[in-house]
């Protein structure tokens, strides 16, 4: 089952939270909405469902119009974050509570409803919780509990709306696999909404990065990841640091510490096509800063200058907190989250260095994304 979105808009009083969203979503794929809170990634997802209707637009299943066809008739399964199972029926009640409420000429027999709830019970690896009340399950089983009943009105499309937020970060690493595991195996239209980038990342087909109630970009996690196609879309995913500086004429990206990005390097050629003159960001991931000590007798290093406030060492990684060396001489800017720039190294390279808090160190970009605005600053 196919879903086409075209040109949805929604407000909720003075409040835009959609605008002109258009989406095409593939038979037998798993797509992740992902923004921030207030994004309007929700609202989506429920008017899709038709538990909401837009202000304008339309929603197709497979090139037939539902967006006037009521929940009940979509055929449509739901998943909310917060499980709303029947705190007074069984497990086994619970799911079978969609199949009992079929029109009475679509409704199976109880020999087929038991036969059906156990197959699903089994699917989610819970058969042998039939006879328990949700009060008795954990988080993550009543999660799984409620994903089986949306199954078992066996639903053109599935809708998880935060699936996993209320649950603890171990038991969402492993559900995030299973679901996954589940989905390849029913290949279910599947859309689930989330706030959390590494839960889009290692679940979807593809991402939905929403921001203020517009699509900034769609595409595999690994496009999403390597490709930012906005400064949102790179600040939302993952850790990074952030430069301000400007591009001239000639390309040359300089930062406000006074670096210049090497022209040789992908960070100077990766600034927007043409741009001249203009306000630039320049983002780095942590992971792809050099760490080096300055050079002796070296007037002017290859990168920046910065000095060590801290490091953390877990695991095989070691985080350097630093901060501009320009910076670090203004007593009010240390420590503040706009000065502080992470650098992410091997555990075996920040032994080798072996650097001490407050030395003076050179931070390289081996690659970073520009973006200029040829207008006003960014």
């Not at 009083?13 to 989406?23: I, K, P, Q, Y």
């Not at 927007?272 to 942590?286: E, K, M, Q, T």
Request: negative net charge.
């Amino acid at each position: 089952m196919s879903i086409e979105i075209r040109n949805i808009d929604k407000r909720f009083g003075d409040f835009h939270a959609l605008r002109n969203v258009s989406l095409d979503i593939a038979s037998g794929e798993l797509v992740a909405l992902l923004g921030p809170s207030g994004c309007g990634k929700t609202t989506l997802l429920r008017i899709i469902a038709g538990l909401e209707g837009a202000d304008s637009g339309s929603i197709h299943f497979s090139g037939q119009d539902q967006t006037s066809v009521h929940v009940r008739e979509r055929g449509v399964g739901f998943v909310f974050q917060h499980y709303a199972l029947f705190k007074h029926m069984s497990v086994f009640e619970n799911v079978a509570f969609g199949l009992r409420m079929k029109p009475r000429k679509e409704r199976p027999s109880e020999a087929q409803i038991r036969t059906k709830v156990m197959e699903l019970l089994s699917l989610v690896q819970l058969d042998w919780v039939a006879d328990r009340f949700p009060s008795q399950l954990s988080g993550g089983q009543r999660q799984r509990i409620a994903l089986a009943r949306a199954l078992a009105v066996q639903p053109q499309v599935l809708l998880l709306d935060e699936p996993f937020g209320a649950l603890d970060a171990k038991v969402r690493k492993e559900l995030r696999r299973w679901l996954r595991r589940l989905h390849d195996e029913l290949h279910v239209t599947s859309i689930f909404v989330t706030h959390d980038q590494e839960e889009a990342l290692e679940v979807a087909d593809r991402v939905v990065v929403i921001n203020k109630g517009q699509i900034e970009q769609v595409g595999t996690p690994q496009q999403v990841w390597d490709n930012p196609a906005s400064p949102f879309v790179y600040s939302f995913l993952g850790d990074v640091n952030l430069f301000r500086g400007r591009a001239s004429d000639d390309g040359k990206v300089v930062l406000d510490d006074g670096f210049a990005l090497p022209e040789d390097t992908e960070a100077a050629a990766t600034a927007d096509a043409g741009a001249s003159n203009g306000s630039a960001l320049a983002y780095v991931r942590p992971h792809e800063l050099e760490v080096s000590r300055p050079v002796p007798g070296q007037p002017n290093p290859q990168g920046m200058l910065v000095q060590l406030e801290r490091a953390i060492v877990v695991g095989p990684i070691a985080r350097l907190e630093l901060i501009a060396a320009q910076r670090a001489e203004q007593p009010h800017n240390r420590g503040t989250q706009s000065s502080v720039i992470e650098a992410h190294i091997p555990v075996q390279q920040y032994q080798a260095l072996d650097p001490q808090a407050g030395e003076t160190l050179v931070v390289t970009p081996r690659r970073a994304r520009v973006f200029v605005d040829q207008g006003a600053g960014i």
